[in-house]
């Protein structure tokens, strides 16, 4: 299953409303909380989101990077916020404020910087709904793909799959038509797109040419997710997280 969730942070915010009717065939949007503290950038906040939650008819995904999103995140949690994202980098504690999110009606997410290991998710993975795995560092669009961040994608879906648990993976920052079959054949379901989205005059004609990458890369065999498999363990950094 292929996801594709346009990132706003890369659409016209004077025209706001017109870009988002520009993705309307995308399976999600994703708007990029920043605080100019966490991360080296600003955007929005609440009073956005809550705007964006009443011009659009598409799940909303929440990605806050910010500091405290203990107090914070579950503000978030409002109608048509389909999942809110915190970063395990800045929570305190991450099993609560997840739990929080979840009764509150909201899918929890965390999210993992490139130098964060995953070993503290993969402990706990049952409470979360989400895992976003950054293939850039956060804070800016336009930034080339991780691709050395995918044993970390294959750990994730390897563990949610031994506990049988409904988890998705989400990657986020230089996902294109070339870097998303990597991610998907590495266990990720849910793709994250700024620039390869709005970087183009028709949004979306990039939604359908990023899903139609995800599919053809397992229909036509180019991908060999075993090989890749075999690949990384060869590597020897199967076991181990570190970046
Ligand atoms: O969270 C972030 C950046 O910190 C993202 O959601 C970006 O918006 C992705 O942009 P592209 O790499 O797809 O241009
Ligand atoms: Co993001």
Do not use: C
């Not at 739990?99 to 929890?108: I, S, V």
């Not at 599919?215 to 036509?220: C, E, I, R, V």
Request: charged content about 25%; glycine content about 10%.
């Amino acid at each position: 299953m292929v996801r594709i969730h346009p990132s706003i942070l890369s659409a016209d915010f004077v025209n706001l409303e017109r870009d988002l009717e520009k993705i309307a065939s995308a399976d999600g949007v994703h708007v990029d909380v920043m605080d100019a503290h966490f991360v080296p950038n600003l955007t929005f906040g609440l009073p956005m989101v809550q705007r964006i939650a009443e011009v659009t008819s598409l799940p909303i995904d929440v990605h806050l990077m910010i500091d405290d999103p203990d107090t914070w995140a579950p503000q978030y949690a409002i109608d048509r916020v389909d999942s809110v994202t915190f970063h395990a980098e800045a929570t305190r504690d991450a099993v609560s404020l997840a739990r929080e999110l979840r009764a509150r009606g909201t899918r929890a997410s965390i999210a993992v910087k490139p130098g964060t290991l995953v070993d503290d998710v993969l402990e706990h993975l049952a409470e979360f709904d989400m895992v976003l795995v950054m293939t850039v560092e956060p804070g800016f669009g336009g930034q080339s793909f991780m691709g050395e961040m995918m044993p970390k994608v294959e750990a994730l879906r390897g563990r949610a799959e031994e506990l049988g648990i409904e988890l998705a993976l989400q990657v986020d920052g230089g996902i294109t038509a070339d870097t998303l079959p990597i991610a998907a054949a590495s266990g990720a379901d849910v793709f994250v797109a700024g620039s390869a989205v709005y970087g183009h005059s028709s949004p979306a004609e990039r939604i359908t040419a990023l899903r139609d990458a995800g599919k053809g890369a397992f229909d036509t065999g180019r991908i060999d997710l075993r090989a890749i498999h075999r690949g990384i363990a060869g590597t020897g950094t199967a076991g181990s997280l570190e970046t």
